[in-house]
């Protein structure tokens, strides 16, 4: 992709070499016509140093037209009709284009790949892919050719050709599309899936794996269909597996995972799983699934124990909430100690808690500045309300 700059300033470019074709041609311009044309060029230009782009447009346009001949210059006016989103012109214009005699291979073919852009853009997704198929087999523009059916596979949700696009767009050196992949087989895996094919299914989770082997998706996808064939062990091991690949995961399949342990009854593995998670993944949730788990097998004064101690290290406020509650649960011996727990776990909390923030960017700090660190603006940052306040 041009950046939007790179490529309007290839409009006055344009323009500015078709006036001079159009001169050195031996059609002699009037001096008045010159005149006119480069005062009109220098107020486009300005609009454009000026970020007014839709004037400048409007005054390319206008060069661009008194300059009809000149095939860059109809490239340029092509690209400003699409992307003004006039796509018929812009259709128009690359179809003359490449039904003219007379241009170079290389014209051709970007001519093609513009019509092929513009029929995509249009949503005629058939013909975008023919004209875009072509460009394959012809060994040009490959990369872009292939990106862009890659994106119209996509669109229309075919899968397998979007497999076979993105495989190839990898060997013509394009960036590696191995997750993507993956992703597509997991669409694939999904449909079948839901029509009730779990072997074919599998199969598909499989090739998933192959492409991206920490696919986390994959391994949803697995567990989902051990689930439903009530095969517990098999979505406990496809869980366990996903977290494995990346613990941002663990809430989003702690309750079906826990579900799984208990009706499995497999309370000692659930225990060594948590407790590894609780040194991978910063938030709250395994050490009060933990603690739930222990309770359970140890009776309140252990799990409150436990708590206690892992609270003293990563303080949080439902934390403190869980704590409070084993400690007014039966059994849970000295409600003086408990008070001086969660006096000094809140001491912590309030210590963690940034004081202030910038009004304007959001960015908090301990201390109070009165000019931001960070977007330097002064008199931004004020006192948060806090449980402290
Ligand atoms: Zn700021």
């Given at each position: 992709?041009m950046?939007?700059?790179?490529?309007?300033?290839?409009i006055?470019a344009?323009?500015?070499?078709?006036w001079?074709?159009?001169?050195?041609?031996g059609?002699?311009?009037?001096?008045?016509?010159?005149t006119r044309?480069s005062?009109?060029?220098?107020r486009?230009?300005?609009?454009?140093?000026?970020?007014?782009?839709?004037?400048?447009?409007?005054i390319?346009?206008?060069?661009?037209e008194?300059?009809?001949?000149?095939i860059?210059?109809?490239?340029?006016?092509?690209?400003?009709?699409?992307?003004?989103?006039?796509?018929d012109?812009?259709?128009?214009?690359?179809q003359s284009?490449?039904a003219?005699?007379g241009?170079?291979e290389?014209?051709?073919?970007?001519a093609?790949?513009a019509?092929g852009?513009d029929?995509?853009?249009a949503?005629?997704?058939?013909?975008?892919?023919?004209?875009l198929?072509?460009?394959?087999?012809?060994?040009?523009?490959?990369p872009?050719?292939?990106?862009?059916l890659?994106?119209?596979?996509?669109?229309?949700?075919?899968?397998?050709?979007?497999?076979?696009?993105?495989?190839k767009?990898?060997?013509?050196g394009g960036e590696?599309?191995?997750?993507?992949?993956?992703?597509?087989?997991?669409?694939?895996?999904?449909?079948?899936r839901?029509?009730?094919?779990?072997k074919e299914?599998?199969?598909?989770?499989?090739?998933?794996?192959?492409?991206?082997?920490?696919?986390?998706?994959a391994?949803?996808l697995?567990?989902?269909?051990?689930?439903?064939?009530?095969?517990?062990?098999?979505?406990i091991?496809?869980f366990?597996r996903?977290?494995r690949h990346?613990?941002e995961y663990?809430p989003?399949?702690l309750?079906?995972l826990?579900a799984?342990?208990?009706?499995?009854?497999e309370?000692?593995?659930?225990?060594?799983?948590?407790?590894?998670m609780?040194?991978?993944y910063?938030?709250?949730?395994p050490?009060?699934a933990l603690?739930?788990?222990?309770?359970?097998?140890?009776?309140?004064?252990?799990?409150?124990?436990?708590?206690?101690?892992?609270?003293q290290?990563r303080?949080?406020v439902?934390?403190?909430a869980?704590?409070i509650n084993?400690?007014?649960s039966?059994?849970?011996?000295?409600?003086?100690?408990?008070?001086?727990?969660?006096?000094?776990?809140?001491?912590?909390?309030?210590?963690?808690t940034?004081?202030?923030?910038?009004q304007?960017?959001?960015?908090?700090?301990?201390?109070?500045?009165?000019?931001?660190?960070s977007?330097?603006?002064?008199?931004t940052?004020?006192?948060?309300l806090?449980?402290?306040?």
């Amino acid at each position: 992709m041009m950046t939007n700059a790179a490529w309007l300033l290839m409009i006055p470019a344009a323009a500015a070499a078709g006036w001079l074709l159009g001169r050195r041609g031996g059609e002699i311009k009037s001096g008045n016509q010159v005149t006119r044309l480069s005062n009109t060029y220098f107020r486009g230009l300005n609009y454009l140093l000026n970020e007014q782009q839709d004037k400048a447009i409007e005054i390319f346009l206008q060069i661009a037209e008194v300059d009809k001949d000149t095939i860059e210059t109809q490239f340029a006016l092509g690209h400003l009709f699409r992307r003004r989103g006039e796509v018929d012109r812009a259709i128009r214009m690359h179809q003359s284009l490449v039904a003219k005699h007379g241009l170079s291979e290389d014209q051709k073919t970007r001519a093609v790949l513009a019509l092929g852009e513009d029929y995509m853009r249009a949503g005629l997704l058939d013909r975008a892919e023919t004209l875009l198929n072509d460009l394959v087999e012809m060994g040009v523009f490959k990369p872009q050719a292939l990106r862009h059916l890659i994106s119209i596979t996509q669109a229309e949700r075919d899968w397998y050709m979007a497999i076979e696009y993105a495989q190839k767009y990898e060997e013509v050196g394009g960036e590696s599309m191995s997750k993507v992949i993956s992703h597509f087989y997991c669409e694939l895996a999904d449909q079948a899936r839901s029509k009730g094919d779990n072997k074919e299914a599998r199969k598909l989770i499989a090739d998933a794996y192959s492409a991206d082997n920490q696919s986390v998706r994959a391994g949803m996808l697995e567990a989902q269909i051990e689930l439903s064939e009530n095969d517990d062990a098999g979505a406990i091991r496809a869980f366990e597996r996903v977290v494995r690949h990346d613990y941002e995961y663990l809430p989003e399949v702690l309750p079906a995972l826990l579900a799984s342990y208990e009706r499995k009854g497999e309370t000692t593995r659930a225990r060594s799983f948590l407790l590894e998670m609780t040194e991978h993944y910063a938030g709250v949730s395994p050490l009060l699934a933990l603690s739930e788990l222990i309770q359970k097998d140890e009776g309140v004064v252990a799990a409150y124990t436990f708590l206690a101690k892992q609270l003293q290290q990563r303080p949080s406020v439902r934390g403190e909430a869980a704590l409070i509650n084993l400690s007014l649960s039966e059994g849970h011996g000295d409600p003086q100690e408990a008070l001086r727990t969660v006096k000094s776990i809140t001491d912590l909390l309030v210590v963690h808690t940034p004081g202030y923030r910038c009004q304007r960017c959001g960015f908090s700090a301990r201390a109070h500045h009165w000019q931001c660190p960070s977007c330097k603006n002064w008199g931004t940052i004020k006192p948060l309300l806090t449980s402290a306040s």
